[in-house]
């Protein structure tokens, strides 16, 4: 008995195309991959009662040229998750605005209840570091609210 | 003819899961559009160079003081009139008096015992009112 087509025509049965079922597993693979090892440089918010003003403005800068100084209520000044003495934030900015080429920003997060010479010397100390932009953290404060207090 | 009543119905009665993940890809991108992340606002203001003495006329300085209590007491250049106001009085007070004097700078002195956000209020006030000349210092003597 002859065999057809000497045997070697027949199909596969394995398609000849790539499952594209499966792209969106890949594509949310990929995505929680980078989700997961992207670190992004933001130290941890300190407990403050935030001032408030109707002026907010947003700082025009990327966050990685944003350099936080936290204030809390009793003095104590945080740089990124750690404590620093008052007369260490001139040497401490000084090589980090270095670094930055002069783009960084500080942004002076202080509680409202400060006492206003604590702010002043942390003034000093960043005209010493020779940091030119500085910003003071605000909320945003609705007009509707003010008239009310 | 009969045998029409049998034929199987060609809609599938599963729901289609093809499409699951493009709903899913909507929904990540509604939520990475509409997520905001606050709190990178605040006052912009520019600190002087160290060293850098600047002497202006008393005629084009507006002294607001601001005291623990949060009472601003605001005197125009040497003359000896003090003026006591709320901090959201600053405001009109800057804009009457730049009408009048163009090149006016503010000179905000804070009470060293004063609190942060009574500082803030009159920086508040004074951008609102579009200052820009603002020199902050802290109450001596």
Same mark, same amino acid.
């Given at each position: 008995?002859?065999?057809?087509?000497?045997?070697?025509?027949?199909?596969?049965?394995?398609?000849?195309? *790539?499952?594209?079922?499966?792209?969106?597993?890949?594509?949310?693979?990929?995505?929680?991959?980078?989700?997961?090892?992207? *670190?992004?440089?933001?130290?941890?918010?300190?407990?403050?009662?935030?001032?408030?003003?109707?002026?907010?403005?947003?700082?025009?800068?990327?966050?990685?040229?944003?350099?936080?100084?936290? *204030?809390?209520?009793?003095?104590?000044?945080?740089?990124?998750?750690?404590?620093?003495?008052?007369?260490? *934030?001139?040497?401490?900015?000084?090589?980090?605005?270095?670094?930055?080429?002069?783009?960084?920003?500080?942004?002076?997060?202080?509680?409202?209840?400060?006492?206003?010479?604590?702010?002043?010397?942390?003034?000093?100390?960043?005209?010493?570091?020779?940091?030119?932009?500085?910003?003071?953290?605000?909320?945003?404060?609705?007009?509707?609210?003010?008239?009310?207090? | 003819?009969?045998?029409?009543?049998?034929?199987?119905?060609?809609? /599938?009665?599963?729901?289609?899961?093809?499409?699951?993940?493009?709903?899913?890809?909507?929904?990540?991108?509604?939520?990475? &559009?509409?997520?905001?992340?606050?709190?990178?606002?605040?006052?912009?203001?520019?600190?002087?160079?160290?060293?850098?003495?600047?002497?202006? /006329?008393?005629?084009?300085?507006?002294?607001?003081?601001?005291?623990?209590?949060?009472?601003?007491? &605001?005197?125009?250049?040497? /003359?000896?009139?003090?003026?006591?106001? /709320?901090?959201?009085?600053?405001?009109?007070?800057?804009?009457?008096? &730049?009408?009048?004097?163009?090149?006016?700078?503010?000179?905000?002195?804070?009470?060293?015992?004063?609190?942060?956000?009574?500082?803030?209020?009159?920086?508040?006030?004074?951008?609102?009112?579009?200052?820009?000349?603002?020199?902050?210092?802290?109450?001596?003597?």
């Amino acid at each position: 008995m002859p065999i057809k087509s000497g045997g070697f025509s027949r199909k596969s049965k394995t398609s000849s195309e *790539v499952p594209s079922s499966s792209m969106a597993d890949i594509a949310f693979l990929l995505l929680i991959f980078f989700m997961v090892s992207t *670190v992004f440089q933001k130290d941890r918010d300190r407990p403050i009662e935030w001032p408030e003003a109707e002026a907010t403005q947003k700082i025009d800068e990327k966050i990685k040229n944003i350099l936080n100084i936290w *204030v809390e209520r009793n003095g104590d000044i945080f740089i990124n998750d750690r404590p620093y003495a008052m007369t260490d *934030v001139a040497t401490t900015i000084g090589p980090l605005y270095a670094a930055s080429d002069r783009a960084l920003v500080i942004s002076i997060r202080s509680d409202r209840e400060v006492r206003y010479s604590t702010i002043d010397l942390l003034q000093q100390q960043l005209v010493a570091a020779g940091v030119m932009r500085v910003v003071f953290a605000t909320e945003l404060e609705q007009r509707m609210a003010r008239e009310r207090r | 003819m009969a045998v029409m009543g049998k034929k199987k119905s060609k809609v /599938s009665d599963e729901v289609p899961s093809s499409s699951m993940a493009d709903i899913a890809f909507l929904l990540l991108i509604f939520f990475l &559009v509409t997520t905001t992340f606050p709190k990178d606002a605040g006052l912009a203001i520019v600190l002087p160079e160290q060293g850098e003495d600047v002497q202006v /006329s008393q005629r084009n300085i507006l002294h607001i003081v601001i005291q623990p209590s949060g009472i601003v007491d &605001v005197k125009r250049g040497e /003359s000896p009139q003090v003026q006591q106001v /709320s901090p959201q009085d600053i405001e009109s007070i800057w804009r009457q008096d &730049v009408a009048a004097n163009e090149n006016l700078i503010a000179a905000v002195k804070t009470h060293p015992d004063a609190p942060y956000r009574f500082m803030v209020d009159v920086l508040d006030a004074l951008h609102t009112a579009g200052a820009e000349r603002i020199s902050l210092q802290i109450l001596e003597g």
